[in-house]
């Protein structure tokens, strides 16, 4: 079973970046989804969240309107849309599963983790 996360880089404030989450080694489908993350010296946040029928979306409140989180069971990948980013934005993103029900906002509750991707915002 392998997470793997990608599509970070540099980028100015005010700009966008996407990044996936590429599941493997099993189907994802019913597993809710999320990512969290981890800026230097700090602890892992969480950021966003989906669960398996895209109709239910969780965010953390420095990132709504901002980021949006969306999934394609068909691909077992999950994204995230970041636009607006602010340099407060800069950290290892990390892309999670947790199996049903419900989601959750704790990391230890996410039983499958990505390696990490990072995510630079200058100002």
């Known amino acids: 079973v392998q997470l793997q996360a990608f599509g970070g880089g540099l980028v100015q404030a005010g700009g966008s970046l996407r990044l996936s989450c590429a599941a493997s080694?099993?189907?994802?489908?019913?597993?809710?989804m999320a990512w969290f993350r981890q800026a230097p010296g700090k602890e892992r946040d969480f950021v966003a969240s989906?669960?398996?029928?895209?109709?239910?979306?969780y965010y953390a409140d420095s990132v709504k309107g901002r980021f949006t989180i969306s999934r394609d069971n068909t691909k077992n990948t999950v994204y995230l849309q970041m636009n607006s980013l602010k340099p407060e934005d800069t950290a290892v993103y990390y892309c999670?599963?947790?199996?049903?029900?419900?989601?959750?906002?704790?990391?230890?509750?996410?039983?499958?983790w990505g390696q990490g991707t990072l995510v630079t915002v200058s100002s």
């Open positions: 999670a599963a947790k199996p049903p029900p419900g989601s959750a906002v704790a990391s230890g509750r996410y039983n499958y």
């Open positions: 080694g099993r189907t994802f489908s019913s597993y809710t």
């Open positions: 989906i669960i398996w029928s895209e109709s239910s979306t």
